[in-house]
């Protein structure tokens, strides 16, 4: 495979408080959490800087972090498919010594990362549902593949069950449930993701419970945590009114 090249000059800078990545000319806030310019680092800074290093799930799934952590650090997740390889989530850092993968596939528009120099390093095909790809932090990203509703692709499963952004898909492959950050797991238990619209969020969770709840499913992937999907479902259970 032909290594395109990333000219120093390219314009692209890494949030060092939240990792959003900005394409273009540098603007004098983050566009996503407001952090100042002086926060942020040019994307060849940040690739000698942080390490994407990846951490074994199961046999088939691997958890990517980056060392040191970079801002928020939202874990992404690549699987190991019949069909080829595959990444959850984008990681924040550009490191091009990764080993390849065929898609990225997008749970929700908030961790689009450095997936567009992914998608021209690999030749990387680029899934984000139409009702986030439209949104304004997404506009400078290239996005392959707009959905509109669930599908299945290189053997994994997707729902789009919207609530903590109009276009928040889940993901499963085999019993491996990538749940992102719909949920939080604090010191005092389950929360649902405060940043979006509650109402939206808590209605949406119904869904997911439905779904999840008859699969045979062990391990959640979250967007910072791994679980035991049999903790996890009576947590995400007791938030649902009338359960």
Excluded at 50 to 64: D, G, H, I, W
Aim: hydrophobic content about 40%; charged content about 15%.
């Amino acid at each position: 495979m032909n290594t395109p090249e990333f000219p120093n000059h390219m314009q692209q800078w890494v949030c060092l408080q939240c990792g959003y990545n900005m394409i273009g000319e540098m603007p004098d806030i983050c566009p996503f959490c407001g952090a100042r310019h002086d926060r942020f680092m040019a994307w060849d800074e940040a690739e000698k800087t942080y390490q994407v290093t990846s951490r074994p799930v199961n046999a088939a799934v691997s958890q990517l972090l980056s060392v040191p952590r970079l801002g928020l650090e939202h874990a992404a997740y690549r699987v190991e498919t019949e069909s080829g390889a595959v990444w959850i989530d984008s990681p924040s850092a550009f490191n091009r010594t990764l080993p390849a993968v065929d898609a990225i596939l997008f749970t929700h528009h908030h961790f689009l990362g450095a997936s567009n120099q992914y998608r021209k390093l690999w030749n990387a095909q680029i899934w984000l549902h139409e009702q986030d790809a439209g949104h304004r932090l997404a506009t400078a990203f290239d996005i392959d593949h707009r959905f509109r509703d669930d599908f299945s692709a290189y053997g994994i499963q997707a729902y789009h069950v919207g609530g903590h952004t109009p276009g928040f898909t889940f993901y499963i492959y085999q019993d491996v449930l990538f749940i992102c950050d719909y949920v939080f797991l604090t010191d005092s238990g389950m929360q649902f993701n405060p940043y979006g619209p509650g109402a939206a969020t808590l209605q949406q969770a119904q869904r997911i419970f439905d779904i999840v709840s008859d699969q045979a499913l062990k391990t959640v992937c979250g967007y910072n945590y791994l679980a035991d999907f049999a903790d996890w479902l009576p947590g995400l259970k007791a938030l649902l009114p009338g359960r």
